[in-house]
């Protein structure tokens, strides 16, 4: 679970980075700047905004599923270890 966590971390990083830069290439557009190597960047940018933000979703999932698992193994966990009445 922590690798998960660690990779989430990781992409909400390389996210907020790619939208910077998307800010930035918008700002040139508006700017003036139409070449068809600043349209290429920004198709760029966009592919992988698109593509961390269906990991993080996929993440956020996988990182619930973990800690229901860890929620019922510890239940478990409980129930062996306490004296049956």
Known sequence: MTDAEHELTGLRTRLEKARQ???????????GEHGEARVSEIKSVEARLLVADRRIAQLK??????????????????AIMSPSP
């Open 21 to 31: 830069s998307a800010t930035f290439l918008l700002g040139g557009m508006e700017g």
């Open 61 to 78: 999932d996988h990182v619930a599923a973990l800690r229901r698992v860890e929620g019922a193994i510890n239940i478990e966990l409980m």
